[in-house]
């Protein structure tokens, strides 16, 4: 699993409340992203970032920032949740050779 | 990203080898093949990914066409556990992002 930890793994908020999701790896890769995944979309990329302070957007990044202070932490926040951001959240590792490594997700609801 | 075309859905009895088919028209000479797959309420999980050769690991073996333009994932023996939505993705790992484009695999159901 590439030592890839999302946290929390569910979350409930409110309408208007700023989230912030965790993704910590334990490997020292520098590339990290962000996908949301909802029914009849699969699976779309929000963000990513190739190295500490360097970020960049993906398909679907309005409404979303992210931050990457330390190698190992790549964070996601939501300023004012909507419920149109109610989604399972997972994000991803790339691999030494090239291949993706994908945390367990993070459900997240807003109510 | 190059687009991928799969079956919605395959079945398999379980124990039987299940040739999963992905084309791939568009394929350009710099874009691997890579698959994933996603077991219920799971993140997604590599699989296998490979340029133009076969490849084979653990989990499955990739048989690519001599044009490129099609390939296979090849489990040799299906078990329950392997029931997933199965991915097949091209991606250009020269670009800088290495971005994963899903589209929406096949969803593999395994008949015990």
């Known amino acids: 699993d590439a030592g890839i930890t999302q946290s929390p793994r569910h979350k409930v908020t409110e309408t208007g409340t700023p989230v912030t999701l965790r993704c910590h790896q334990t490997?020292?890769?520098?590339?990290m992203y962000w996908y949301r995944q909802d029914p009849g979309h699969g699976l779309r990329l929000i963000h990513y970032?190739?190295?500490?302070?360097?970020?960049d957007k993906g398909e679907v990044s309005d409404g979303y920032s992210v931050s990457r202070s330390k190698t190992e932490d790549f964070l996601l926040t939501l300023e004012s949740a909507t419920s149109s951001q109610t989604s399972v959240y997972f994000c991803?590792?790339?691999?030494?050779?090239?291949?993706?490594?994908f945390g367990q997700g993070t459900r997240l609801t807003v109510v | 990203d190059a687009k991928t075309t799969q079956p919605n859905s395959m079945e398999s009895n379980e124990e039987e080898p299940v040739h999963l088919p992905c084309n791939h028209s568009?394929?350009?000479?710099?874009?691997?093949i890579h698959w994933y797959r996603q077991l219920p309420s799971q993140g997604p999980e590599y699989v296998i990914h490979?340029?133009?050769s076969n490849v084979n690991n653990r989990m499955a073996s990739l048989a690519i066409a001599e044009d490129r333009k099609s390939s296979t994932l090849i489990l040799h023996r299906a078990t329950l556990r392997d029931a997933a939505v199965y991915y097949c993705?091209?991606?250009?790992?020269?670009?800088?992002?290495?971005?994963?484009?899903f589209g929406k695999g096949t969803k593999l159901s395994v008949i015990p």
């Open positions: 991803a590792i790339r691999g030494w050779d090239n291949e993706a490594f």
């Open positions: 490997e020292n890769h520098r590339y």
């Open positions: 970032s190739y190295g500490v302070k360097d970020t």
């Open positions: 568009t394929i350009s000479g710099t874009d691997y």
């Open positions: 490979g340029l133009t």
């Open positions: 993705i091209l991606n250009n790992s020269g670009a800088g992002s290495y971005q994963l484009t």
